[in-house]
């Protein structure tokens, strides 16, 4: 058993984790005024780029064994060396979890710039 799809998987778990805290950190600071007006365009762009990023996954392919792997960070097909498909019940849930993941990634770059950026409520 290749460790490789194990390890993005739990990578994948955590970036989805970090991705609704970004998200829902960025809707509550945007709805008490603690972020300025331009943090709404920001997160609108971080929207269409995370857009982008869904599209991409058709070409998020690795090597895996003698054929290769399709699916970052969840895996989803295989397709052997002659170019056939295995793909299962597992399909379609990894593609739903990879798209979220890649929507959420550019929030997460967002509210970190956002967090560093928010005056400290706890400042003295």
């Known amino acids: 058993m290749n460790a490789i799809p194990i390890l993005f998987a739990l990578g994948g778990v955590g970036l989805l984790i970090a991705g609704w805290l970004a998200f829902s950190y ?8 603690l972020l300025p007006q331009r943090w709404r365009r920001r997160r609108k762009l971080a929207f ?3 857009g982008f990023l ?9 090597p895996l064994g003698k054929g ?3 699916g970052v960070p969840f895996f989803a097909a295989w397709y052997d060396e002659r170019g056939r498909d295995f793909i299962g019940a597992i399909t ?7 798209a ?11 509210a970190y710039l956002a ?3 928010a005056p400290n409520k706890n400042a003295r």
Do not use: D, K, M
């Open 115 to 117: 967090r560093r950026q």
């Open 54 to 62: 869904v599209l991409s996954i058709p070409w998020q392919a690795y």
């Open 100 to 110: 979220a993941v890649w929507f959420l990634v550019p929030q997460v770059v967002l």
């Open 48 to 50: 269409v780029v995370g």
């Open 92 to 98: 379609l849930p990894a593609l739903l979890g990879n």
């Open 26 to 33: 960025l809707r509550r600071s945007l709805r008490s005024g």
């Open 68 to 70: 290769t792997a399709l």
